[in-house]
């Protein structure tokens, strides 16, 4: 968990400040429900805690300067998930998680709070994505809608990348994906099908035909976090194992820490999205247990 962060959110009253962080300009959240961090850059949920409770997002401890991507919280990849269908040269995991978008807070109580996110600029692609962030009963719900604002259809992809802070990876169980049929991109993309629960004790990428909720249960932590969705028929399930190594902003260090479950539309369900039309796509993160 990122220490920098953790000290700005100590330092800080109850209330809503901005601050920044390697260059990454930030809104932090300090209420009686709990902590949010949100990241300009990105439209991205950085952190979330509940009251009392531990966080529920992992974040770098060594997150790369601006404008690198940000590794943890929830990075958006938009509007294509992983590779670029056509054009590999454009940037894996599309052109959210590096724009810059605006932050609204719509409301903020005691109880909870809802934040509305908009790209600075457009990002020129004809489609007009817009993410809501919502507290709720001491979970966190991430939304983001899309209109075709062009007069031709777009086929569209996406993932909230959601890094689920866990006490060691490779004790942790994950429920609901019994019985899926999943793409194993260690395995060249092979169509397997997923047998009883799902361990992580090696490097992990896949993509399953799955649209309800999965269950990670910690025992380290004493807790199962649930992670439900609505609007995706693809569950990204990731943890770079020994690979971890060769990558800066994780290393073999940090890679037990967490887990990726993604709520999203991969090639196995894109969305063929008409002139005019909107399509929303979400996940619930929560503690279950
Ligand atoms: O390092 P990045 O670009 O954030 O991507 C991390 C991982 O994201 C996952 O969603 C992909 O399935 C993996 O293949 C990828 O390695």
């Known amino acids: 968990m990122n220490k920098e962060l953790m000290a700005l959110l100590q330092a ?20 009686p429900w709990g902590e949010l961090v949100l990241s300009r850059q990105g439209a991205q949920v950085l952190h979330f805690r509940p009251a009392g409770r531990q966080p529920l997002l992992w974040l770098s401890d060594c997150v790369q300067p601006a404008p690198a991507p940000i590794r943890g919280g929830i990075p958006l990849c938009w509007p294509w998930f992983a590779a670029h269908p056509q054009d590999p040269s454009r940037p894996f995991h599309g052109l959210a998680r590096t724009a810059l978008w605006d932050i609204e807070v719509k409301s903020c109580d005691s109880r909870g709070a809802s934040l509305v996110l908009q790209p600075e600029a457009t990002l020129g692609t004809g489609l007009v994505p817009s993410v809501t962030v919502e507290v709720i009963d001491q979970a966190l719900q991430v939304s983001i809608a899309t209109l075709n604002a062009t007069d031709a259809p777009i086929l569209l992809s996406q993932a909230l990348h959601s890094y689920l802070a866990v006490s060691d990876v490779n004790q942790v169980v994950l429920d609901g994906l019994d019985g899926c049929e999943y793409r194993d991109k260690l395995q060249d993309g092979a169509l397997c099908r997923q047998q009883g629960p799902l361990l992580i004790r090696q490097a992990t990428d896949r993509i399953y035909r799955h649209d309800t909720v999965t ?17 995706s028929g693809s ?44 399509y929303r796509m979400g996940t619930l993160i929560s503690i279950l247990e």
């Open 215 to 231: 269950r990670v249960q910690d025992t380290g932590a004493q807790r199962c976090l649930g992670i439900g969705k609505f609007g």
């Open 235 to 278: 569950t990204v399930v990731w943890n770079p194992g020994a690979a971890a190594e060769s990558i800066a902003d994780v290393g073999m260090a940090q890679q037990p820490a967490f887990v990726c479950v993604e709520a999203a539309n991969t090639f196995v369900d894109p969305v063929q999205l008409l002139p005019g039309q909107q």
């Open 12 to 31: 800080m009253p109850d209330g809503i400040q901005d601050a920044s962080l390697n260059g990454f300009s930030l809104l932090l959240l300090r209420q």
